[in-house]
């Protein structure tokens, strides 16, 4: 988690601010909050979730969550290795603002807030609205972020895939999260969201609007469209894919999880 205040780093896990930086040390002031145990857990009130800001990746996996954050636990299994994800915090993968970042596609298909705090009060911003491009955030002169809050309304089971040039260890080529609420055999809400192929990981409402309604049958992950897929990206190309790749691959990897999300259920 990092923010500015009087040209002081305020930082937890930390496991970003080396490899950011060419020089021996980091430059600046770094004031490490890693080891606020208040700010460190998962809990849950009358109607959220609530994730403290030097939350692990090892401790969301271990939390005890219900199946609409399997994709959020998926996915922090993805976060680097088994150290990065003992030390590595949900706030600070936020902060970091990656483009690649793995929490995020999971979080924005979970409805996920982000809570500021400063010496002005405590406000709470939307993750969408909270990651601003490619490493930049809404964060103020002042603020830190302190929680990360799922409404309880954000229900369902829930997908993370991830296309890489290997299995592990990868900074993804494309990332899909889907979170499916299903009531009766019929999609009652859907939540889709990609990373990797934006400056900022993004929902895809025209696909969520295709899915919501339908019948949670095989038939279901064909109604996921490429050109709806497409609408809400804008790629960019780089050594691991160029753009039309990423737009072939972002529909695939929505329709597979959705049709992961089909076959657990007719298991389940």
């Given amino acids: 988690m990092i923010a500015e205040r009087g040209g002081m780093r305020i ?9 950011a930086t060419q020089q021996q040390r ?8 890693t080891g606020i145990q208040a700010l460190r857990g998962v809990s849950r009130s009358w109607n959220s979730y609530r994730i403290g800001a030097t939350t692990t990746w ?17 996915a922090a299994l993805e976060v680097g290795a088994v150290q990065i994800q003992n030390s590595g915090t949900v706030a600070g993968n936020l902060c970091n603002a990656s483009p690649a970042a793995d929490g995020v596609p999971p979080l924005l298909a979970l409805d996920a807030s982000v809570e ?3 010496k002005s009060g405590v406000r709470s911003l939307p993750l969408g609205e909270f990651l601003t491009g490619v490493r930049q955030t809404a ?18 089971r829930s ?3 991830k296309l890489g040039a290997r299995k592990h260890l990868v900074i993804s080529i494309v990332m899909a999260a889907v979170r499916l609420d299903v009531v009766d055999g019929q999609v009652r809400e859907a939540a889709v ?39 809400a990206l804008t790629p960019i190309a780089d050594i691991r894919g160029d753009a039309d790749y990423r737009y072939d691959a972002a529909a695939e990897l929505v ?12 298991v389940a």
């Avoid at 980091?26 to 909050?33: A, F, K, R, T, V």
């Avoid at 025209?206 to 996921?224: G, T």
């Avoid at 329709?255 to 007719?266: F, G, H, K, S, Y």
């Fill in 58 to 74: 090892t401790d969301i996996v271990r939390a005890d969550l219900p199946p609409a954050f399997d994709a959020l636990k998926q």
């Fill in 255 to 266: 329709r597979r999880a959705v049709r992961d999300l089909v076959d657990e259920r007719v």
């Fill in 11 to 19: 930082a937890a896990g930390c496991t970003d601010l080396f490899p």
């Fill in 116 to 118: 500021l705090q400063s």
């Fill in 159 to 161: 997908r993370f895939l």
């Fill in 139 to 156: 964060l103020q002169p002042g603020e830190v972020v302190t929680a990360v809050t799922v409404p309880e309304a954000a229900r369902g």
């Fill in 26 to 33: 980091l430059p600046g002031p770094i004031l490490d909050i």
């Fill in 193 to 231: 969201s990609v990373g990797s192929c934006s400056p900022v990981a993004a929902r895809l409402p025209a696909v969520e609007a295709a899915l919501a309604n339908a019948p949670m049958d095989d038939s279901l992950a064909a109604l996921v469209q490429d050109a709806d897929v497409a609408a």
